[in-house]
Protein backbone atom coordinates (compact mmCIF):
# COMPACT_ATOMS: atom_id res chain seq x y z
CA UNK A 1 0.00 0.00 0.00
CA UNK A 2 2.76 2.33 0.49
CA UNK A 3 4.32 1.92 -2.86
CA UNK A 4 0.76 2.59 -4.15
CA UNK A 5 0.53 6.03 -2.24
CA UNK A 6 3.99 6.88 -3.34
CA UNK A 7 3.40 6.24 -6.49
CA UNK A 8 -0.17 8.33 -6.68
CA UNK A 9 1.46 11.28 -4.82
CA UNK A 10 3.78 11.48 -7.84
CA UNK A 11 1.70 10.50 -10.93
CA UNK A 12 -2.10 11.26 -11.15
CA UNK A 13 -3.85 7.61 -10.90
CA UNK A 14 -5.41 8.16 -14.18
CA UNK A 15 -1.80 8.85 -15.84
CA UNK A 16 -0.12 5.04 -14.14
CA UNK A 17 -3.49 3.55 -15.62
CA UNK A 18 -2.95 5.22 -19.04
CA UNK A 19 0.95 3.56 -19.11
CA UNK A 20 -0.58 0.30 -17.43
CA UNK A 21 -2.61 0.59 -21.23
CA UNK A 22 -0.32 1.73 -23.50
CA UNK A 23 2.11 -0.67 -22.28
CA UNK A 24 -0.40 -3.66 -22.67
CA UNK A 25 -1.28 -2.30 -26.17
CA UNK A 26 2.20 -2.35 -27.04
CA UNK A 27 2.46 -5.83 -25.84
CA UNK A 28 -0.22 -6.63 -27.90
CA UNK A 29 1.08 -5.22 -30.71
CA UNK A 30 4.61 -6.78 -30.57
CA UNK A 31 2.80 -10.68 -29.86
CA UNK A 32 0.67 -9.70 -32.58
CA UNK A 33 4.05 -8.84 -35.02
CA UNK A 34 6.15 -11.90 -33.80
CA UNK A 35 3.31 -13.99 -35.24
CA UNK A 36 3.35 -12.55 -38.19
CA UNK A 37 6.90 -12.42 -38.83
CA UNK A 38 6.93 -15.96 -38.22
CA UNK A 39 4.51 -17.20 -40.20
CA UNK A 40 6.43 -15.42 -42.89
CA UNK A 41 9.69 -16.77 -42.44
CA UNK A 42 7.65 -20.46 -42.00
CA UNK A 43 6.12 -19.23 -45.13
CA UNK A 44 8.98 -19.09 -47.28
CA UNK A 45 10.78 -22.06 -45.59
CA UNK A 46 8.10 -24.84 -45.80
CA UNK A 47 4.90 -23.69 -46.45
CA UNK A 48 5.29 -22.72 -50.07
CA UNK A 49 6.85 -25.73 -51.47
CA UNK A 50 4.22 -27.83 -49.58
CA UNK A 51 1.27 -25.67 -51.10
CA UNK A 52 2.96 -26.57 -54.88
CA UNK A 53 2.94 -30.05 -54.16
CA UNK A 54 -0.75 -30.47 -52.62
CA UNK A 55 -1.96 -28.39 -55.64
CA UNK A 56 0.43 -30.67 -58.11
CA UNK A 57 -1.13 -33.62 -56.64
CA UNK A 58 -4.85 -33.29 -56.29
CA UNK A 59 -7.15 -36.19 -55.33
CA UNK A 60 -10.92 -36.47 -55.61
CA UNK A 61 -13.40 -36.80 -52.67
CA UNK A 62 -13.10 -39.90 -50.58
CA UNK A 63 -9.94 -40.98 -52.80
CA UNK A 64 -7.63 -38.55 -51.18
CA UNK A 65 -4.80 -41.18 -49.68
CA UNK A 66 -1.86 -39.36 -50.86
CA UNK A 67 -3.12 -35.96 -49.33
CA UNK A 68 -3.70 -38.00 -45.79
CA UNK A 69 -0.37 -39.75 -45.55
CA UNK A 70 1.72 -36.26 -46.19
CA UNK A 71 -1.02 -34.07 -44.42
CA UNK A 72 -0.67 -37.07 -41.38
CA UNK A 73 2.86 -36.74 -41.60
CA UNK A 74 3.16 -32.68 -41.29
CA UNK A 75 1.13 -32.72 -38.20
CA UNK A 76 2.70 -36.15 -36.61
CA UNK A 77 6.27 -33.97 -36.98
CA UNK A 78 5.38 -31.48 -34.66
CA UNK A 79 3.66 -33.04 -31.95
CA UNK A 80 0.22 -33.64 -32.37
CA UNK A 81 -1.31 -37.48 -32.16
CA UNK A 82 -2.77 -38.22 -34.99
CA UNK A 83 -5.64 -40.63 -35.97
CA UNK A 84 -6.15 -42.13 -39.49
CA UNK A 85 -8.99 -43.02 -41.29
CA UNK A 86 -11.66 -41.61 -39.33
CA UNK A 87 -15.07 -41.37 -41.28
CA UNK A 88 -13.89 -43.91 -44.00
CA UNK A 89 -10.37 -44.38 -45.45
CA UNK A 90 -8.61 -40.75 -45.59
CA UNK A 91 -10.01 -38.70 -42.72
CA UNK A 92 -7.55 -37.60 -40.04
CA UNK A 93 -8.39 -36.51 -36.28
CA UNK A 94 -5.15 -34.93 -34.89
CA UNK A 95 -5.06 -33.67 -31.04
CA UNK A 96 -2.01 -31.49 -29.76
CA UNK A 97 -2.98 -31.73 -25.59
CA UNK A 98 -1.83 -29.08 -23.72
CA UNK A 99 -2.94 -28.91 -20.19
CA UNK A 100 -6.10 -27.98 -18.56
CA UNK A 101 -8.61 -25.97 -20.98
CA UNK A 102 -11.28 -25.79 -23.32
CA UNK A 103 -11.10 -28.22 -26.80
CA UNK A 104 -11.14 -26.07 -30.14
CA UNK A 105 -11.28 -27.26 -33.18
CA UNK A 106 -10.04 -26.55 -36.77
CA UNK A 107 -11.26 -27.89 -39.81
CA UNK A 108 -9.32 -27.82 -43.27
CA UNK A 109 -11.14 -29.59 -46.71
CA UNK A 110 -8.67 -31.42 -48.20
CA UNK A 111 -10.35 -33.24 -51.71
CA UNK A 112 -9.89 -31.98 -55.31
CA UNK A 113 -12.33 -31.80 -58.33
CA UNK A 114 -12.29 -33.66 -61.84
CA UNK A 115 -11.08 -30.58 -63.98
CA UNK A 116 -8.03 -30.47 -66.32
CA UNK A 117 -6.08 -26.91 -64.81
CA UNK A 118 -5.61 -24.55 -67.56
CA UNK A 119 -4.60 -21.39 -65.42
CA UNK A 120 -1.68 -21.34 -66.74
CA UNK A 121 0.35 -21.43 -63.61
CA UNK A 122 4.21 -22.75 -63.46
CA UNK A 123 2.88 -25.57 -60.82
CA UNK A 124 0.00 -26.50 -62.46
CA UNK A 125 -1.73 -29.68 -61.89
CA UNK A 126 -1.32 -32.70 -64.67
CA UNK A 127 -2.19 -35.07 -62.27
CA UNK A 128 -5.08 -38.06 -63.35
CA UNK A 129 -6.73 -40.21 -61.32
CA UNK A 130 -9.20 -43.13 -61.52
CA UNK A 131 -12.82 -41.67 -60.64
CA UNK A 132 -15.49 -43.48 -58.80
CA UNK A 133 -16.96 -44.92 -61.77
CA UNK A 134 -13.38 -46.12 -62.70
CA UNK A 135 -12.98 -43.30 -65.57
CA UNK A 136 -9.62 -41.92 -65.69
CA UNK A 137 -9.87 -38.08 -65.18
CA UNK A 138 -7.99 -35.25 -64.69
CA UNK A 139 -7.64 -33.46 -61.54
CA UNK A 140 -7.35 -30.31 -60.07
CA UNK A 141 -7.42 -28.06 -56.90
CA UNK A 142 -9.88 -26.01 -58.22
CA UNK A 143 -11.70 -24.52 -55.14
CA UNK A 144 -8.68 -23.96 -52.94
CA UNK A 145 -8.44 -26.96 -50.56
CA UNK A 146 -4.97 -27.06 -50.90
CA UNK A 147 -4.85 -23.68 -49.45
CA UNK A 148 -6.58 -24.64 -46.83
CA UNK A 149 -4.51 -27.71 -45.84
CA UNK A 150 -1.19 -25.71 -46.04
CA UNK A 151 -2.67 -22.91 -43.81
CA UNK A 152 -3.79 -25.74 -41.47
CA UNK A 153 0.21 -27.07 -41.19
CA UNK A 154 1.23 -23.57 -40.82
CA UNK A 155 -1.43 -23.48 -37.91
CA UNK A 156 -0.12 -26.54 -36.36
CA UNK A 157 3.22 -25.69 -36.16
CA UNK A 158 2.88 -22.27 -34.80
CA UNK A 159 0.74 -23.90 -31.95
CA UNK A 160 3.10 -25.96 -31.33
CA UNK A 161 6.08 -23.33 -30.87
CA UNK A 162 3.81 -21.63 -28.92
CA UNK A 163 2.43 -23.90 -26.34
CA UNK A 164 3.37 -21.69 -23.24
CA UNK A 165 0.89 -19.07 -24.70
CA UNK A 166 -2.28 -21.72 -24.64
CA UNK A 167 -3.66 -24.27 -22.48
CA UNK A 168 -6.04 -26.97 -23.31
CA UNK A 169 -7.01 -29.23 -26.34
CA UNK A 170 -6.30 -28.14 -29.98
CA UNK A 171 -7.78 -30.40 -32.94
CA UNK A 172 -7.35 -30.33 -36.08
CA UNK A 173 -9.40 -32.21 -38.58
CA UNK A 174 -8.25 -33.09 -42.31
CA UNK A 175 -12.01 -33.65 -43.81
CA UNK A 176 -12.88 -35.69 -47.10
CA UNK A 177 -14.99 -35.59 -49.61
CA UNK A 178 -16.25 -31.85 -48.97
CA UNK A 179 -16.74 -31.67 -52.43
CA UNK A 180 -19.97 -34.42 -52.47
CA UNK A 181 -20.74 -32.81 -49.20
CA UNK A 182 -20.55 -36.05 -47.79
CA UNK A 183 -17.10 -36.04 -45.89
CA UNK A 184 -18.23 -34.07 -42.82
CA UNK A 185 -21.26 -36.34 -42.15
CA UNK A 186 -19.13 -39.35 -42.56
CA UNK A 187 -16.84 -38.71 -40.25
CA UNK A 188 -19.75 -37.92 -37.59
CA UNK A 189 -21.37 -41.17 -38.24
CA UNK A 190 -17.85 -42.81 -36.76
CA UNK A 191 -18.85 -41.27 -33.56
CA UNK A 192 -16.65 -38.35 -34.26
CA UNK A 193 -16.92 -36.36 -30.65
CA UNK A 194 -17.03 -39.85 -28.46
CA UNK A 195 -13.85 -41.02 -29.60
CA UNK A 196 -12.16 -37.79 -29.62
CA UNK A 197 -14.47 -35.22 -27.57
CA UNK A 198 -16.34 -32.73 -28.31
CA UNK A 199 -14.95 -29.31 -29.07
CA UNK A 200 -16.24 -26.34 -27.28
CA UNK A 201 -15.67 -24.52 -30.48
CA UNK A 202 -15.52 -24.91 -33.86
CA UNK A 203 -13.79 -22.89 -36.43
CA UNK A 204 -12.83 -23.39 -40.85
CA UNK A 205 -12.24 -20.92 -43.50
CA UNK A 206 -12.50 -20.89 -47.37
CA UNK A 207 -10.13 -18.81 -49.41
CA UNK A 208 -12.29 -16.75 -52.31
CA UNK A 209 -11.34 -15.62 -55.55
CA UNK A 210 -13.86 -12.70 -54.76
CA UNK A 211 -12.33 -11.34 -52.05
CA UNK A 212 -9.06 -9.30 -51.93
CA UNK A 213 -5.80 -11.22 -51.63
CA UNK A 214 -4.71 -11.24 -47.60
CA UNK A 215 -7.96 -9.63 -46.47
CA UNK A 216 -10.61 -11.36 -44.28
CA UNK A 217 -14.43 -11.78 -45.08
CA UNK A 218 -16.20 -12.50 -42.10
CA UNK A 219 -19.89 -12.13 -40.75
CA UNK A 220 -21.95 -13.05 -37.58
CA UNK A 221 -24.74 -14.82 -39.65
CA UNK A 222 -24.69 -17.57 -42.60
CA UNK A 223 -21.56 -18.01 -44.13
CA UNK A 224 -23.11 -21.26 -46.10
CA UNK A 225 -27.04 -22.09 -47.05
CA UNK A 226 -28.42 -25.22 -46.13
CA UNK A 227 -28.78 -27.18 -49.42
CA UNK A 228 -31.72 -29.88 -50.09
CA UNK A 229 -31.33 -31.77 -53.54
CA UNK A 230 -35.04 -33.17 -54.27
CA UNK A 231 -36.17 -35.13 -57.46
CA UNK A 232 -40.13 -34.87 -58.28
CA UNK A 233 -41.56 -37.93 -60.66
CA UNK A 234 -44.31 -36.99 -62.81
CA UNK A 235 -46.47 -39.81 -63.73
CA UNK A 236 -48.29 -39.51 -66.86
CA UNK A 237 -50.03 -41.40 -69.35
CA UNK A 238 -48.59 -42.09 -72.74
CA UNK A 239 -50.07 -41.02 -76.24
CA UNK A 240 -49.87 -40.33 -79.74
CA UNK A 241 -48.23 -36.47 -79.98
CA UNK A 242 -51.64 -36.45 -82.31
CA UNK A 243 -53.83 -37.64 -79.74
CA UNK A 244 -53.05 -35.49 -76.22
CA UNK A 245 -56.82 -35.83 -75.38
CA UNK A 246 -56.01 -39.41 -74.96
CA UNK A 247 -53.41 -39.33 -72.33
CA UNK A 248 -52.16 -36.75 -69.85
CA UNK A 249 -49.20 -35.32 -71.26
CA UNK A 250 -46.14 -35.00 -68.19
CA UNK A 251 -43.98 -32.69 -70.18
CA UNK A 252 -47.23 -30.11 -69.91
CA UNK A 253 -47.80 -30.86 -66.01
CA UNK A 254 -44.20 -30.67 -65.52
CA UNK A 255 -44.27 -27.77 -66.67
CA UNK A 256 -46.49 -25.94 -65.12
CA UNK A 257 -45.03 -27.42 -61.56
CA UNK A 258 -41.90 -25.63 -62.57
CA UNK A 259 -43.73 -22.51 -63.07
CA UNK A 260 -45.55 -22.87 -60.12
CA UNK A 261 -42.37 -23.31 -57.98
CA UNK A 262 -41.42 -20.49 -58.29
CA UNK A 263 -44.34 -18.30 -56.58
CA UNK A 264 -43.37 -20.64 -53.75
CA UNK A 265 -40.07 -18.55 -52.60
CA UNK A 266 -41.72 -15.30 -54.25
CA UNK A 267 -44.95 -15.36 -52.41
CA UNK A 268 -44.89 -17.26 -49.73
CA UNK A 269 -41.22 -17.17 -48.50
CA UNK A 270 -40.82 -13.35 -46.35
CA UNK A 271 -38.97 -11.12 -48.62
CA UNK A 272 -35.58 -10.77 -46.60
CA UNK A 273 -35.82 -14.26 -45.61
CA UNK A 274 -33.06 -15.99 -48.04
CA UNK A 275 -34.59 -18.87 -50.32
CA UNK A 276 -33.76 -20.48 -53.35
CA UNK A 277 -35.63 -23.15 -55.70
CA UNK A 278 -33.98 -23.94 -58.87
CA UNK A 279 -34.78 -26.67 -61.28
CA UNK A 280 -31.73 -27.99 -62.83
CA UNK A 281 -33.00 -30.52 -65.29
CA UNK A 282 -36.06 -31.69 -66.76
CA UNK A 283 -36.48 -34.86 -68.58
CA UNK A 284 -39.00 -36.53 -70.40
CA UNK A 285 -39.95 -38.27 -73.92
CA UNK A 286 -38.27 -40.26 -76.32
CA UNK A 287 -38.99 -38.82 -79.75
CA UNK A 288 -40.84 -36.24 -81.68
CA UNK A 289 -44.50 -37.49 -81.64
CA UNK A 290 -44.61 -39.57 -78.55
CA UNK A 291 -46.22 -38.40 -75.37
CA UNK A 292 -44.34 -39.77 -72.87
CA UNK A 293 -45.92 -41.47 -69.62
CA UNK A 294 -43.07 -40.09 -67.24
CA UNK A 295 -41.07 -36.61 -66.44
CA UNK A 296 -38.16 -36.27 -64.01
CA UNK A 297 -37.45 -32.97 -62.42
CA UNK A 298 -34.06 -32.34 -60.29
CA UNK A 299 -34.36 -29.63 -58.02
CA UNK A 300 -32.04 -28.00 -55.98
CA UNK A 301 -33.81 -25.96 -52.45
CA UNK A 302 -31.02 -23.64 -50.40
CA UNK A 303 -32.14 -22.05 -46.99
CA UNK A 304 -30.43 -20.34 -44.47
CA UNK A 305 -32.77 -21.59 -41.17
CA UNK A 306 -34.63 -25.52 -40.81
CA UNK A 307 -38.28 -23.28 -40.23
CA UNK A 308 -37.59 -22.09 -44.03
CA UNK A 309 -36.28 -25.60 -45.14
CA UNK A 310 -39.66 -26.90 -43.96
CA UNK A 311 -41.79 -24.53 -45.61
CA UNK A 312 -39.93 -25.07 -48.67
CA UNK A 313 -40.07 -28.56 -48.91
CA UNK A 314 -43.40 -28.94 -47.29
CA UNK A 315 -44.93 -26.32 -50.54
CA UNK A 316 -42.46 -28.01 -53.18
CA UNK A 317 -44.68 -30.96 -52.57
CA UNK A 318 -48.14 -29.72 -52.05
CA UNK A 319 -47.87 -27.87 -55.16
CA UNK A 320 -46.19 -30.90 -57.52
CA UNK A 321 -49.30 -33.15 -55.89
CA UNK A 322 -52.37 -30.61 -56.49
CA UNK A 323 -51.24 -29.81 -60.11
CA UNK A 324 -51.12 -33.56 -60.84
CA UNK A 325 -54.81 -33.54 -59.55
CA UNK A 326 -55.33 -30.76 -61.48
CA UNK A 327 -54.57 -32.13 -64.31
CA UNK A 328 -57.06 -35.06 -63.74
CA UNK A 329 -54.09 -37.85 -62.63
CA UNK A 330 -55.70 -40.29 -60.34
CA UNK A 331 -54.59 -40.74 -56.90
CA UNK A 332 -52.02 -43.92 -57.71
CA UNK A 333 -50.42 -41.30 -60.45
CA UNK A 334 -49.97 -38.12 -58.88
CA UNK A 335 -46.94 -36.83 -58.84
CA UNK A 336 -43.85 -38.02 -56.22
CA UNK A 337 -41.74 -35.87 -54.41
CA UNK A 338 -38.30 -37.54 -53.09
CA UNK A 339 -35.94 -35.23 -50.99
CA UNK A 340 -32.15 -37.10 -51.06
CA UNK A 341 -30.02 -37.74 -48.22
CA UNK A 342 -27.48 -35.31 -49.58
CA UNK A 343 -28.90 -32.50 -47.98
CA UNK A 344 -26.85 -30.55 -45.59
CA UNK A 345 -27.39 -28.24 -42.71
CA UNK A 346 -26.83 -24.41 -43.74
CA UNK A 347 -23.14 -22.95 -41.74
CA UNK A 348 -24.62 -20.76 -39.38
CA UNK A 349 -21.86 -18.52 -37.45
CA UNK A 350 -22.15 -18.34 -33.57
CA UNK A 351 -23.08 -14.63 -33.18
CA UNK A 352 -21.32 -14.01 -29.67
CA UNK A 353 -18.32 -15.96 -30.99
CA UNK A 354 -17.94 -14.42 -34.32
CA UNK A 355 -18.26 -10.60 -32.67
CA UNK A 356 -15.50 -11.64 -29.76
CA UNK A 357 -13.23 -13.09 -32.77
CA UNK A 358 -14.06 -10.11 -35.60
CA UNK A 359 -12.97 -7.64 -32.61
CA UNK A 360 -10.33 -9.85 -32.48
CA UNK A 361 -8.68 -9.35 -35.28
CA UNK A 362 -8.97 -5.87 -36.11
CA UNK A 363 -7.61 -5.85 -33.01
CA UNK A 364 -4.67 -7.99 -33.80
CA UNK A 365 -4.27 -7.47 -37.59
CA UNK A 366 -5.74 -3.64 -37.81
CA UNK A 367 -9.07 -2.84 -39.35
CA UNK A 368 -8.04 -2.84 -42.78
CA UNK A 369 -7.52 -6.41 -42.59
CA UNK A 370 -11.32 -6.83 -43.59
CA UNK A 371 -12.77 -6.42 -47.28
CA UNK A 372 -16.70 -6.10 -47.09
CA UNK A 373 -17.08 -5.21 -50.72
CA UNK A 374 -17.02 -8.43 -52.12
CA UNK A 375 -20.12 -9.64 -49.90
CA UNK A 376 -21.40 -13.06 -51.37
CA UNK A 377 -24.76 -12.84 -53.15
CA UNK A 378 -25.36 -16.72 -53.60
CA UNK A 379 -26.51 -19.15 -51.12
CA UNK A 380 -23.47 -21.60 -51.68
CA UNK A 381 -23.72 -24.41 -49.29
CA UNK A 382 -21.10 -27.56 -48.02
CA UNK A 383 -21.06 -29.99 -45.20
CA UNK A 384 -19.30 -27.93 -42.23
CA UNK A 385 -22.86 -27.39 -40.41
CA UNK A 386 -22.71 -31.73 -40.05
CA UNK A 387 -19.73 -30.70 -37.00
CA UNK A 388 -21.73 -27.44 -35.61
CA UNK A 389 -25.63 -28.20 -35.66
CA UNK A 390 -26.24 -31.87 -33.56
CA UNK A 391 -25.11 -31.41 -31.00
CA UNK A 392 -25.00 -27.28 -31.05
CA UNK A 393 -21.25 -25.93 -30.70
CA UNK A 394 -19.96 -22.30 -31.01
CA UNK A 395 -18.43 -22.10 -33.84
CA UNK A 396 -17.61 -19.22 -36.79
CA UNK A 397 -16.33 -20.01 -40.72
CA UNK A 398 -15.13 -17.20 -42.26
CA UNK A 399 -13.13 -16.34 -45.73
CA UNK A 400 -9.23 -15.41 -46.69
CA UNK A 401 -8.79 -13.31 -50.24
CA UNK A 402 -7.18 -15.58 -52.75
CA UNK A 403 -7.21 -12.57 -55.78
CA UNK A 404 -4.78 -9.25 -55.65
CA UNK A 405 -6.11 -6.06 -56.26
CA UNK A 406 -4.85 -5.45 -59.55
CA UNK A 407 -7.08 -8.64 -60.64
CA UNK A 408 -9.89 -6.87 -59.73
CA UNK A 409 -9.32 -3.51 -60.77
CA UNK A 410 -8.77 -4.85 -64.50
CA UNK A 411 -12.22 -6.69 -64.80
CA UNK A 412 -13.74 -3.73 -63.53
CA UNK A 413 -12.24 -2.05 -66.17
CA UNK A 414 -13.65 -5.01 -68.89
CA UNK A 415 -10.70 -7.19 -68.80
CA UNK A 416 -10.38 -10.58 -68.02
CA UNK A 417 -13.17 -11.97 -65.44
CA UNK A 418 -11.76 -13.47 -62.26
CA UNK A 419 -12.38 -17.09 -62.45
CA UNK A 420 -14.83 -18.46 -60.16
CA UNK A 421 -14.19 -21.77 -57.92
CA UNK A 422 -14.59 -25.06 -59.59
CA UNK A 423 -13.49 -23.38 -62.86
CA UNK A 424 -10.34 -24.66 -65.23
CA UNK A 425 -8.72 -21.29 -64.75
CA UNK A 426 -9.31 -20.96 -61.21
CA UNK A 427 -5.99 -19.49 -58.98
CA UNK A 428 -4.90 -18.15 -55.88
CA UNK A 429 -2.36 -15.99 -55.04
CA UNK A 430 -1.02 -17.81 -52.52
CA UNK A 431 1.61 -16.33 -50.16
CA UNK A 432 -1.13 -13.32 -48.57
CA UNK A 433 -3.97 -15.72 -48.23
CA UNK A 434 -2.10 -19.34 -46.67
CA UNK A 435 -0.23 -16.18 -44.66
CA UNK A 436 -3.73 -14.50 -43.98
CA UNK A 437 -5.18 -18.36 -43.38
CA UNK A 438 -2.75 -18.96 -40.75
CA UNK A 439 -2.54 -15.92 -38.89
CA UNK A 440 -6.19 -15.16 -38.31
CA UNK A 441 -6.23 -19.09 -36.82
CA UNK A 442 -3.69 -18.37 -34.61
CA UNK A 443 -5.22 -15.39 -32.99
CA UNK A 444 -7.87 -17.00 -32.63
CA UNK A 445 -6.83 -20.28 -31.10
CA UNK A 446 -4.94 -17.93 -28.90
CA UNK A 447 -8.16 -16.16 -27.67
CA UNK A 448 -10.30 -19.61 -27.37
CA UNK A 449 -7.52 -21.73 -25.66
CA UNK A 450 -7.64 -19.05 -22.96
CA UNK A 451 -11.25 -19.64 -22.10
CA UNK A 452 -11.93 -21.63 -18.38
Given at each position: MKLIRVATQAYPLRAILGLLFLTLLLSANSKAADIEQAVAKDYDAHLFDLFTHFHRNPELSNLEHKTAERL??????????????VGG??????????????MVMMRADMDGLPVREKSGLKYASTAQQEDWDGNLVYTMHACGHDVHITSLVGTARRMAAMKDQWSGTLMLIGQPAEERVRGAREMMDDNLWKRFGKPDYAMAFHVSS???AGKIAATDGAPYSGADTVDI??????????????GKDPVVIG????????????????????????????HSGTKHNIISDRAHLQLTVR???????????????????????????????LPEVI??????????????????????????????????????????AEDFGFFTTDPYIP??????????????????????PIPSHHSPLFKILPEPAIRTGVEATVHALLELLQDQ
Open positions: AAELEQVGFTVHKKKTGIVALLRNGEGPGVRIVHGIGAHGASPHASQIVMALQTIVSREIAPKEPSVITVGSFSDRKKTRDQLLEAIERVAVNIGRAAGLPDDKVSDESVPPTVNDKPLSNRLIALWGEKMGPEIFDNTSENQGMGSHYFAVGGTPESAFKEAAEGGT
